[in-house]
């Protein structure tokens, strides 16, 4: 080697190799574990394992032929993406088990690759819940970022005034939250109760329920009507769909079916 060139070979940094790896939350969310966001909760836990050594560093790679487990079950990416949409009846849980045995989403979901909640419904609330093993898709659905609207029907007690209609319009206080102004549809008002239609693009626990009690209004029944662009439709209790090409390309997805038969076309 001549000088000049032994010159220019030690004022020039080092090149590494090319990683093949992916980052572990992303991994996680492809596996449809969880959300990119929540699968760096589960590392911070210790819940994650790759190659059987416990991993809490965010910036791991996982390098093809490894092998990650959560909480001792074994997960990979899916191959096969899935997305759902389940009318959940009242008196069910969104989530897959349930320490108190009551019914959960599990027993109304069709067979194949594992998907997970986008977001919850709790327990006294039906109407629409997605379910996917898109983890990038169910992250930036849940980010408050990007306010994807929901649309709730609400029976509540009493008769709906035109003051309380401008309240939800501007942001109720409630005692645990200030929530931003909704959209609201007086849908009937009777002498005992009003049903309104009511569009947030927060995600705040239990918050339809919690605006309107803040009002004086205690909610009586409440159904999901609309998550983004997905409606509820005539799709009955506790039975599931897959997403039309329509509703996909409004996600910003590619329907499976072009290419392949989903196995989530079958209804629970």
């Known amino acids: ?57 965010m910036g791991t790679l996982v390098e093809p032929g490894d092998k990650v487990d959560v909480s001792g079950t074994p997960v990979r990416p899916h191959t096969e993406v899935v997305y759902l949409v389940l009318h959940k009846p009242a008196g069910v849980v969104t989530t897959m088990r ?45 980010h408050p970022r990007y306010g994807v609207e929901k649309t709730y029907r609400a029976t509540i007690a009493g008769r709906l005034s035109a003051q309380n209609v401008r309240r939800l319009n501007e942001g109720v206080v409630t005692p645990e939250f200030e929530a931003a102004g909704a959209k609201v549809r007086v849908v009937a008002v009777r002498k005992e109760n009003s049903v309104v239609d009511v569009t947030i693009h927060e995600g705040r626990n239990r918050q339809v329920r919690k605006m309107f009690e803040a009002l004086g209004h205690p909610v009586l029944l409440l159904t999901r009507l609309r998550f983004g662009p997905v409606s509820l439709g ?35």
Not at 249 to 266: F, K, W
Request: aromatic fraction near 2%; hydrophobic fraction near 35%; glycine fraction near 8%.
């Open 98 to 142: 349930d320490p108190q045995r009551r019914r959960t989403i599990a027993e109304m979901l069709p067979r194949g690759p594992r998907v997970v909640p986008v977001g919850r419904l709790d327990y006294e609330t039906n109407g629409v819940l997605l379910l996917t093993n898109d983890g990038e898709l169910a992250n930036r659905l849940l």
């Open 1 to 57: 080697m001549t000088e000049r060139a032994k010159r220019t070979s030690m004022t020039q940094p080092t090149r590494k190799r090319a990683s093949s790896g992916i980052r572990l939350n992303k991994y996680l969310a492809q596996a449809g574990v969880a959300s990119r966001r929540y699968a760096d909760v589960l590392i911070e836990r210790g819940k994650v394992r790759v190659n059987g050594k416990t991993v809490r560093e």
């Open 234 to 268: 005539d799709l009955p209790a506790g039975q599931t769909r897959p997403l039309s090409a329509k509703e996909l390309a409004a996600l910003g997805r590619h329907h499976p079916g072009a290419d392949e038969a989903p196995t989530s076309s079958r209804e629970a």
